[in-house]
């Protein structure tokens, strides 16, 4: 049974791109979360999607957006990059109600 | 602000020893409490979670106790392994049936002696 997983593991990218990171769900689980964790901090919230909509938003500009498909899978989106959105990109996967959140390896975007 | 914050940085012991990871929080409204470790290149890995009415909850090798009064968590490791050296992060929620927003505390990086 494959876990969280989350493509591509790496990317760079210059400042002003745009980049879209994907997200397989563990099986079972409906909801998606994306976390943005910066070099030696803890992860950030950037939102939560379940049944094909956006349900929570952190503290993230418009820039980030995202989508999740029919089948639970998910992507996040960046545009107009700027160097501080250099960081490991995260998604985790849960049944909505009283679980904990299973996590992927991550993406690591670099902005150059 | 609400935060959720670590005693300790970073955390030396000999294989073997048991380890005890600290964390503070500081959002009384939270009554979900997850540890998670991490390792170099890896993303979170789940370790064990408590809700908030409870003080405590065992596992294999590992027990976290949440004291409510003074907004206090730890992790107890015992017999740690080198395997257990990782990044290990607290985190925090509220209203854990919907929400999955967890807030986050620096993390307490562990090193096994062997």
């Known amino acids: 049974d494959a876990g969280v997983t989350q493509s591509p593991t790496h990317l760079i990218k210059t400042r002003g791109q745009q980049v879209t990171l994907r997200c397989s769900p563990k099986s079972g689980h409906d909801t998606v979360s994306w976390y943005q964790q910066a070099l030696g901090q803890g992860p950030q919230f950037i939102f939560q999607?379940?049944?094909?909509?956006?349900?929570q938003r952190g503290n993230f500009p418009d820039r980030f957006s995202g989508h999740q498909f029919p089948n639970y899978s998910s992507e996040l989106n960046v545009n107009a990059l700027l160097l501080g959105d250099s960081a490991l990109y995260l998604c985790?996967?849960?049944?909505?109600?009283?679980?904990?959140?299973?996590f992927g390896n991550g993406t690591r975007l670099t902005v150059t | 602000g609400e935060s959720v914050g670590l005693h300790l940085p970073t955390l030396s012991v000999q294989e073997g020893d048991n380890s005890i990871i600290n964390c503070a929080y500081s959002?009384?409204?939270?009554?979900?409490f997850i540890w998670y470790k991490q390792e170099s290149g890896k993303g979170p890995q789940f370790i064990i979670d408590i809700r908030s009415n409870m003080d405590k909850r065992q596992g294999q090798r590992v027990t976290v106790l949440l004291n409510k009064t003074v907004k206090h968590l730890s992790l107890q490791i015992a017999a740690t392994q080198p395997g257990d050296s990782a990044v290990y992060f607290c985190?925090?929620?509220?209203?854990?049936?919907?929400?999955?927003?967890?807030?986050w505390g620096l993390g307490t990086s562990l090193a096994v002696n062997p």
């Open positions: 985790a996967s849960s049944p909505l109600h009283n679980s904990p959140l299973h």
């Open positions: 959002n009384s409204a939270s009554d979900y």
């Open positions: 999607y379940y049944e094909e909509e956006e349900r």
């Open positions: 985190a925090e929620n509220m209203d854990a049936g919907n929400n999955r927003k967890l807030i």
